[in-house]
């Protein structure tokens, strides 16, 4: 079992939730944090990043899981996986609450991936309501490469 991710000191509502769980290029990963940190000149950039080598090949059910019971406010835990440590680093959008899927939108599933520029935006939605999971992964879902950029 993954130890759950200390959120103390951490607020869901305006903290992202970044783990990193792939450790196979340091560098990829120092390149992720750099755009994480990219400001869009709206809110504030804010996250948590766990980089935590006991969250290592972690399945995005594991940290899903980790996540909620750390902080069962969380919407949504974005994962940096192996496929984010290649290309342009997008990021794994888990959703912590997977019994919300509304009718019909099966084909959605609990994921998808997104560019790390927009993991504030997308994290400030959800947390405020505006807007929810599965209309981020339907928008990625219709993506020529199924990745969210906006």
Not at 10 to 17: G, S
Not at 34 to 42: K, M, N, V
Not at 88 to 103: G, I, K, N, V
Request: proline content about 3%; charged content about 30%; hydrophobic content about 45%.
């Amino acid at each position: 079992m993954r130890p759950v991710i200390n959120r103390a000191g951490h607020d869901f509502e305006t903290e992202a939730l970044v783990i990193r769980t792939d450790y196979s290029d340091d560098e990829a990963w120092r390149a992720v944090v750099a755009l994480l940190d990219q400001s869009d000149g709206e809110f504030e950039v804010r996250h948590h990043l766990v980089d935590d080598r006991a969250h290592a090949g972690a399945s995005p059910d594991e940290m899903a899981l980790s996540a909620v019971a750390a902080d069962p406010g969380l919407e949504v835990v974005l994962l940096a996986d192996a496929a984010t440590m290649t290309g342009d680093h997008s990021l794994l959008a888990a959703s912590t609450r997977p019994e919300e899927l509304e009718e019909g939108d099966e084909e959605l599933g609990c994921e998808f991936r997104l560019s790390p520029t927009l993991v504030n935006d997308v994290h400030v939605n959800l947390a405020i309501g505006h807007l929810d999971f599965w209309e981020f992964a339907h928008n990625a879902v219709r993506a020529e490469d199924k990745i969210l950029r906006w």
